[in-house]
């Protein structure tokens, strides 16, 4: 940069301080200044002497949730309310008085008025960092217009621009671009939201089919709102193809346990393999599934984790699925009953106990076989059915066991357990006194003259023996 366009940039800095100050020595500038001032002031008070009657008023809100929210950020907002009821005061007096001639005035009115409305507005979202971007990308637009800058400012972000090949990329296409992709994926976002709910509302279709509409339906929206809003802000879409190629590609390697689980969520949902509110196990996993995603299913145990179990695991791993079918489901409780006991008489009354039990479909014949001669025990297997597997298998097993304990003690049936003998190979000689000693004093530890008195008396029996 030469010496003459750094004198002329000075020139320029000089003249527009000069003027600004200028600007600010006048009167009625000084005047408007003042006049804003003793309004921030007026709000504040007021919003101190009535703060406590909007919260007890807003307290009573209970059955409008979206009016709750915009009446809780206008109380939050008074200050800047009453603000700008001042400010639309002064306008007015001044517009009686012949005006408009505070032009300051009007411009921080039109000002506070914008961001009064925007942030107001944007409590509708109820995302915070959504609510606060879209906020403040609303007001700068709204003061830039108020402030007759948008032109200058287009401008400037239009030629802070970069060619690549044939195509120009400035700021300005890239912060239109941002904006109306936003835009367009909010409302595809809120198009697939709607038919989503519909779709899974329609009982004519199955459960997976709905899951795989919808997801279809989510996955389409999004890609014709990203070519919309190229399309919008004038990018050439053939000339992404080959950046789309190269991109493929990248995806392919970079992210294929995503695409794998994306693609297996498909395979899945158009099979029908598993659906929600199948009950499932997967390795060490048993519970119902909740819900199908594009990357994961997510399966709720009887102990109420969640388990979010990629899509891929279920294609290349065994899956059981307990009401794939038909929601029958087989339960094995396998029992012991003493020798004495009749195994006919057993096998009729553990039919009768489990015939008991509420969850065993009486559809299906219980059934009770003999299946060997143990150590102590008749041991048999006793099979039933249930119809509702989510709701666990242990505590059916549990009322079972329980009906048959019932059964077994009113009818005089033994359930055995094992008795084991211990033979004691080397003697042992314990000193009448030391055995009135522990029987006295209780568990102790034993002394060094009892084991010296112990191990000659063992060697003294060893001995005799040889």
């Keep these: 940069m030469d010496e003459g366009t750094l004198r002329r940039a000075a020139a320029q800095a000089s003249d527009f301080a000069d003027s600004t100050l200028q600007f600010f020595y006048q009167p009625s500038t000084l005047a408007q200044i003042a006049a804003i001032a003793v309004c921030a002031i007026v709000a504040f008070a007021l919003d101190r002497l009535t703060r406590g009657a909007i919260e007890a008023r807003a307290r009573r809100i209970r059955a409008a949730p979206s009016l709750l929210r915009i009446v809780v950020a206008l109380r939050r907002r008074m200050k800047l309310v009453y603000f700008v009821f001042g400010l639309w005061l002064l306008t007015l007096a001044d517009t009686a008085a012949g005006g408009p001639r505070s032009s300051i005035i009007s411009v921080v009115f039109n000002l506070s008025l914008a961001f009064l409305v925007i942030s107001v507005a944007s409590r509708i979202v109820r995302n915070r960092l959504a609510a606060r971007i879209i906020g403040i990308g609303a007001w700068v637009v709204a003061a830039l217009s108020i402030l007759d800058l948008t032109q200058p400012v287009s401008?400037?972000?239009?030629?802070?621009?970069?060619?690549?090949?044939?195509?120009?990329?400035?700021?300005?296409?890239?912060?239109?671009?941002?904006?109306?992709?936003?835009?367009?994926?909010?409302?595809?976002?809120?198009?697939?939201?709607?038919?989503?709910t519909r779709i899974k509302r329609s009982e004519e279709l199955t459960p997976a089919l709905r899951v795989l509409i919808g997801k279809l339906l989510r996955v389409g929206l999004i890609l014709v709102a990203c070519i919309v809003a190229l399309a919008l802000v004038g990018v050439d879409l053939t000339a992404l193809t080959v950046l789309s190629g190269a991109l493929g590609v990248g995806l392919g390697f970079g992210l294929q346990k995503v695409v794998s689980n994306f693609i297996s969520g498909i395979i899945i949902l158009t099979d029908r393999s598993i659906k929600p509110g199948d009950t499932i196990s997967l390795g060490e996993t048993f519970g119902w599934i909740r819900e199908l995603r594009a990357r994961f299913v997510s399966v709720i145990t009887r102990d109420g984790k969640e388990y979010l179990i990629p899509n891929e695991d279920f294609i290349t791993n065994q899956v059981i699925n307990w009401s794939f079918s038909n929601d029958l489901v087989r339960i094995d409780v396998t029992f012991g009953v003493s020798y004495d006991s009749d195994p006919h008489e057993v096998i009729r009354i553990a039919k009768e106990a489990a015939n008991t039990v509420g969850r065993v479909v009486s559809d299906k014949p219980v059934v009770c076989w003999l299946t060997g001669f143990g150590d102590s025990s008749l041991d048999f297997v006793l099979r039933f059915w249930i119809r509702d597997p989510p709701a666990g298998l242990t505590n059916v097993k549990g009322e079972v066991l329980l009906a048959l304990w019932d059964a077994f003690k009113a009818n005089g049936i033994g359930i055995p357990f094992p008795h084991r003998e211990i033979l004691m190979r080397t003697p042992v000689t314990l000193a009448e006194g030391g055995m009135m000693a522990a029987a006295a004093d209780g568990p102790a530890e034993e002394s060094v003259e009892a084991k010296k008195a112990r191990r000659q008396a063992t060697d003294a029996v060893a001995g005799k023996t040889d």
């Excluded at 400035?170 to 239109?176: A, C, E, Q, R, W």
């Design 155 to 196: 401008q400037a972000l239009d030629a802070a621009a970069v060619d690549i090949g044939g195509s120009r990329i400035s700021v300005l296409l890239v912060v239109k671009a941002v904006v109306v992709l936003i835009l367009t994926l909010w409302l595809a976002s809120v198009v697939g939201n709607f038919f989503d």
